[in-house]
């Protein structure tokens, strides 16, 4: 059974300023199943945050529909967990609350949230930095507080938005390895976006090339080899140069954008 | 909270300047020492207002405590109710368009009236006692309060707003768990403008419609031609206002500890 369903999904934006309607995304389709890791990879513009912010339900799509576990998508929920770019963290909670954050909404009691909030902190490698606030922590360690808050809330799917591309090279590779070790435990979709190759070729069974103006899917790829997968091996590059020449077959982003 | 309380002696070279110069001023003879009594003069009669040592300032004799307390009385409960009625509103006009617009425009048009254009008002609602002064008081308090209330709540991050909805939280808890914390900083920087209009106007009401309290006595003692109770008068609400100030600093401090090492203010 199909986890995630977007059947003709269409984003029009009204830009108000300028009197015009911009397409951000036109009939896209897509099917995802129960555990999979989905990479949704295309250049600024293509519309890959809004189809993840759509899953999300931070926006509505203008047409088409968007079905999760059987139950068509109309606002944000706690079976759906978000990771975010900048880790988007309370910065007036230590790290414990902000990981158990959604206990608090459901009204825990505070000794049952620091005991969950500990399994997933220790889970993402954080002990020890339980009561830190996210200001005295590092880009990459606050991004980590946020895959535990999302865990945390056993969603069926996790939705990620670039969340590794802030952080230097060094950390990010750092970070897809623990993600796939987290993911590989505690099993559970992904819908992951990035705009790096091989990022998406690191982490996806699926990776969902898209192209821009308007945004939709070029090519849904998938990829068959074994994790850990080596970034150097040829049939790595066979596969990244079928992806460069998708992406440069796509009409070019206007140098002034 | 330790760099406030910490001991640093060049704050105090200022105020030390200042009062040496007014003594040698006042004692030097260019003026009548009835016009501008010397430092000395104006720590004998506080003095005598706070302990009764002598009995300078008669009637005021060893009331000190008894007027202070009667005008911080007026602050805090006009100041409370400010706090309490400008935050709930505020974050409702900030959060929802619909209040915004049915609320918002009659309370800027209130706004542009001076509160102590209300004291013919709140005499004949209230009579001459605490409430026409705690009633005052909290229209000078509460639009610094609402103000900075609406402006907290409305520049919230969207995204933490996000974050919080995505982790199942209905409108009342975002507005308590994530609207309300995120606007603390501004709603405390309305806080601090408050207390000090709350002096300003309980001052004012004890002059015109109050018969106790630091602001009664100072106009009081002008008609009796006591400058130096006027000016001990003026440095009590000096200190009352700074002290207040400081507790409210001491409360954020707390409250906005999470900000220490983020913020310029928070260094240190």
């Known amino acids: ?257 | 909270m330790r760099k406030m309380l910490s001991f640093r002696p060049e704050r105090f070279v200022v105020p030390v300047l200042i009062l040496v110069g007014w003594e040698l001023f006042s004692r030097s003879g260019a003026l009548p020492p009835a016009l501008l009594p010397a430092p000395s003069t104006v720590v004998v009669a506080w003095a005598d207002w706070v302990f009764g040592i002598d009995g300078n300032t008669q009637n005021y004799t060893g009331h000190w405590i008894g007027d202070a307390a009667s005008s911080a009385w007026r602050v805090a409960a006009g100041f409370a109710l400010a706090a309490l009625v400008g935050i709930m509103l505020g974050v409702a006009i900030g959060w929802s368009r619909f209040v915004e617009v049915t609320i918002e425009p009659t309370l800027q048009m209130l706004r542009p009236i001076p509160p102590v254009s209300w004291i013919p008002l709140a005499i004949i609602w209230f009579g001459i006692a605490d409430k026409p002064a705690i009633f005052l008081v909290f229209l000078g308090a509460f639009f610094p309060v609402l103000l900075n209330t609406i402006h907290g709540v409305k520049t919230v991050d969207r995204n933490l707003i996000r974050a919080g909805a995505m982790a199942g939280a209905d409108q009342r808890r975002l507005l308590r768990h994530i609207v309300l914390p995120a606007a603390m900083p501004s709603i405390f920087a309305g806080l601090r403008i408050a207390i000090g209009s709350a002096w300003m106007l309980t001052v004012t009401a004890e002059m015109v419609a109050v018969k106790s309290g630091v602001g009664y006595v100072l106009w009081d003692s002008y008609y009796f031609l006591r400058y130096d109770i006027v000016i001990a008068a003026m440095a009590s609400i000096g200190l009352l206002g700074y002290l207040s100030d400081l507790g409210i600093r001491l409360v954020m401090a707390r409250v906005l500890h999470w900000q220490r090492g983020t913020t310029l203010q928070g260094e240190g």
């Open chain 1, 1 to 257: 059974m199909s986890n995630i369903l977007i059947e003709g999904v269409t984003k029009i934006y009204a830009d108000k300023a300028r009197g015009r309607e911009v397409t951000a995304l036109t009939e896209v389709s897509l099917e995802v199943r129960r555990n999979d890791f989905v990479c949704l990879l295309g250049p600024s513009g293509c519309g890959k945050s809004t189809l993840l912010n759509m899953i999300a339900g931070f926006e509505k799509p203008t047409t088409g529909r968007i079905v999760v576990d059987g139950i068509e998508v109309s606002g944000p929920g706690a079976d759906r967990g978000v990771v975010f770019q900048q880790a988007n963290l309370m910065p007036w909670l230590p790290v414990w609350e902000n990981v158990a954050f959604h206990l608090k909404m459901r009204g825990a009691m505070k000794a049952v949230r620091r005991e969950q909030a500990q399994i997933y902190i220790d889970l993402v490698g954080l002990t020890g930095f339980e009561n830190h606030y996210p200001s005295e922590l590092s880009g990459g360690m606050n991004q980590r507080v946020g895959i535990a808050r999302a865990l945390l809330m056993n969603p069926g799917v996790i939705l990620m938005d670039e969340p590794f591309g802030a952080l230097d090279e060094q950390t990010r590779m750092d970070m897809q390895t623990e993600l796939l070790r987290i993911w590989e435990r505690s099993q559970g979709t992904i819908v992951f976006v990035t705009h790096g190759i091989d990022e998406a070729l690191t982490l996806g069974d699926r990776v969902v090339v898209m192209s821009a103006r308007p945004g939709r899917i070029a090519e849904v790829l998938p990829i068959d080899l074994p994790r850990p997968r080596d970034i150097t091996s040829p049939h790595f590059n066979d596969v990244k140069r079928h992806i460069l020449s998708l992406l440069r077959s796509a009409p070019a982003e206007p140098a002034a954008a």
